[in-house]
């Protein structure tokens, strides 16, 4: 089962507006991940948040994580159109035999309009 | 091009036939996933390796998918008697696992079945 729930599934928006996207997960966390996947392609990593973070940047990407309330927000400033793509959050959790794993969430649909 | 590398990218079949993926991870990551993707869904688990041991399967994969990582370097997805619900994107992702993990992932194998 999925963990992780982004909201908005979809977002639509211009070039130079910023787009906010969220993630909720329901367990205990390491840490969360954010990644970006363009139509027909793998996933990419984009940035990883621990548990005792609050706040981190890479370049035009702000992620935040509020472990009292469960949920992640990526923030991408200055919209591109090379930013449109499908968004996915991703928690560890503990697997089969304490193993961890990532478990991911539905993801939102970005399209940036130019 | 993120290093891990996934053939075919595109394989059509009829239902009732076996198909077979490869996945050739980063490699110096002991840590191989295959996961499986549907149109607007996030990645679906399906089972994960650290080196050569299969550490977990999906409870949802049925006995005709079978995954294998022979020495612990490049591994084979096997889906025996496909059915038309096997139509997805096959992705496979490798890692370091150090006590956490990001993931690199291919670009996937398109299946459909006719």
């Known amino acids: 089962s999925q963990q992780g729930e982004e909201d908005p599934q979809a977002l639509s928006i211009q070039e130079g507006e910023n787009a906010t996207m969220n993630c909720s997960y329901k367990?205990?966390?390491?840490?969360l991940q954010w990644y970006r996947q363009n139509s027909g392609r793998g996933l990419v990593h984009l940035i990883l948040?621990?548990?005792n973070e609050r706040e981190k940047h890479s370049g035009r990407l702000r992620v935040t994580l509020d472990t009292s309330k469960k949920s992640s927000s990526l923030l991408i400033t200055a919209s591109r159109a090379a930013d449109t793509a499908s968004y996915f959050c991703?928690?560890?959790?503990?697997?089969?035999?304490?193993?961890?794993?990532?478990?991911w969430g539905l993801g939102t649909s970005l399209a940036v309009n130019p | 091009d993120t290093g891990v590398s996934q053939n075919p990218r595109h394989k059509i079949t009829k239902r009732g036939q076996n198909v077979t993926f490869r996945c050739d991870p980063i490699s110096e990551h002991n840590r191989l996933y295959w996961y499986r993707q549907t149109l607007g869904q996030g990645p679906e688990f399906l089972t994960y390796?650290?080196?050569?041991?299969?550490?977990?399967k999906s409870r949802l994969l049925s006995d005709r998918f079978s995954a294998e990582r022979p020495k612990g370097s490049f591994s084979t997805l096997e889906i025996q008697r496909t059915e038309q619900g096997d139509s997805a994107m096959y992705l496979c992702?490798?890692?370091?696992?150090?006590?956490?993990?990001?993931?690199?992932f291919g670009s996937g194998t398109q299946l459909s079945v006719l």
């Open positions: 390796f650290q080196n050569e041991a299969q550490l977990e």
């Open positions: 367990t205990s966390i390491n840490n």
């Open positions: 991703a928690t560890d959790a503990l697997g089969a035999g304490n193993n961890r794993k990532l478990i």
């Open positions: 948040i621990r548990s």
């Open positions: 992702a490798s890692s370091l696992w150090t006590g956490s993990e990001k993931l690199f």
